[in-house]
């Protein structure tokens, strides 16, 4: 069975960072690109970033380029997004996705003084 585990969301204040993991199973990741997407209260969800198969070319999303960085360790089945600089309008559930066929429960990301 397909399985997407995000974690390593949690509460910060604005200029603090995260690193957030995609646990991945049950499908071939190693051929696959991923992304990680977010969704504010209210608001659609919207692109963050994306890293293809064998990691060696990344996309981001104008909001966050700079700030964050997108990884993978095919060994592990394991995505990556580290966060740095975070602002409040960072703050948002943010859910790993193979393309948009699968996806994972989402990691509750909070940026607040």
């Known amino acids: 069975q397909v399985q997407l585990v995000e974690s390593g969301g949690g509460l910060v204040q604005p200029g603090g960072s995260l690193r957030l993991s995609c646990a991945a199973s049950?499908?071939?990741?190693?051929?696959?690109?991923m992304c990680w997407y977010r969704q504010a209260p209210g608001k659609e969800r919207e692109f963050v970033a994306r890293i293809t198969s064998a990691g060696g070319v990344k996309y981001y999303a104008d909001s966050v380029r700079g700030r964050f960085t997108i990884s993978r360790d095919n060994t592990k089945n394991t995505m990556y997004l580290q966060m740095n600089s975070l602002k409040p309008e960072d703050t948002a559930v943010y859910y790993c996705?193979?393309?948009?066929?699968?996806w994972g429960q989402g990691t509750q990301v909070t940026v607040s003084s």
């Open positions: 996705t193979d393309g948009g066929t699968r």
């Open positions: 049950g499908f071939p990741f190693s051929t696959y690109s």
